[in-house]
């Protein structure tokens, strides 16, 4: 049966109108689809990981379903490099519907340390970059972009070994003290332990030692090694290797000379 080419025209239009009125009332429908964005925070994990939180909120009065909402993180240090990238997806958010979505991304400290062990002791920022993306109506692609940065404290900020200290134990051995100390600008606890080796000028390790190491956020440490040497193993200069051993990260050897 043939169709009738003026019926054909009929139909053309009307979904043509559809379309040219659902593309409005979809895109009108964008003022009207509230966002909020909470604090973003860096907290530690029980797992040990850093985890970076950004809390959104969403509440959809349009005329229509949003689709297909996804927001990436991406994690850069002050040169542009990417340390981490991560995504939260939401299916569907209806219209008239309330939603609050955690977005979180989580990161290895010692991935962090890969790109610049600075991160250690001097205090930054973190770049970063979210982009949003979603479809109106379940069909119209839309998507925004920006960009922030949040402080970085270093765990181990002014971290200083001062000269070693010397005073008799025994007939053949002396007591040195190596006083240690730094300040904790980071969000959360530095709690380990420091583990000292001493080299004399003849590259001889001599003895070693190490300490607990338990420094809360935001505060000073001082303490200091007690390490056991033979008298005639003491030469006026020469190095510790330092090891910092934490549940959250481990550096070392670092080599700091002496004398």
């Known amino acids: 049966m043939n169709i009738p080419i003026r019926m054909i025209g009929i139909a ?16 009108y429908s964008v003022k009207d689809l509230q966002f909020g964005f909470g604090e973003p925070q860096m907290i ?3 797992q040990n990981e850093l985890l970076f939180t950004l809390p959104i909120n969403i509440y959809n009065r349009g005329y229509y379903n949003i689709g297909r909402f996804n927001v990436t993180t991406e994690i850069s240090d002050a040169n542009g490099n990417q340390i981490i990238r991560g995504s939260s997806f ?16 989580t990161l290895d400290f010692n991935d962090l340390l890969q790109f610049s062990q600075t991160y250690l002791f001097t205090d930054s920022e973190l770049n ?3 982009t949003i993306g979603l479809s109106l ?33 025994n007939f053949t051995h002396l007591r040195v003290s190596v006083p240690i100390s730094f300040e904790n600008h980071a969000f959360f606890d ?11 000028s003849s590259n001889q390790r001599v003895c070693s030692g190490q300490t607990s190491l338990n420094a809360p956020q935001h505060s000073p440490y ?25 549940p959250l990260f481990s550096y070392g050897p670092w080599v700091i000379p002496y004398g």
């Not at 939401?90 to 991304?105: A, C, F, G, Q, S």
């Not at 530095?190 to 004399?200: A, F």
Request: glycine fraction near 4%; charged fraction near 10%.
């Open 90 to 105: 939401t299916p569907v958010i209806r219209k008239d519907e309330k939603v609050t979505i955690l977005h979180n991304v």
């Open 222 to 246: 001082s303490s200091y090694v007690e390490l056991y040497i033979m008298m005639t193993s003491v030469t006026p200069s020469g190095r510790f290797e330092v090891n910092i051993q934490t």
């Open 190 to 200: 530095v709690v380990g332990t420091i583990q000292v080796s001493m080299y004399n």
């Open 44 to 46: 530690m994990t029980p």
């Open 12 to 27: 053309t239009t009307i979904f043509w109108v559809f379309l040219i009125i659902f593309s409005i009332t979809a895109a």
């Open 128 to 130: 970063i970059a979210e």
């Open 137 to 169: 109506a379940e069909v119209i692609p839309v998507q925004a972009s920006g960009n922030f940065s949040i402080p970085w404290g270093a765990p181990l900020y002014n971290f200083r070994m001062d000269e070693p200290q010397y005073a008799a134990h």
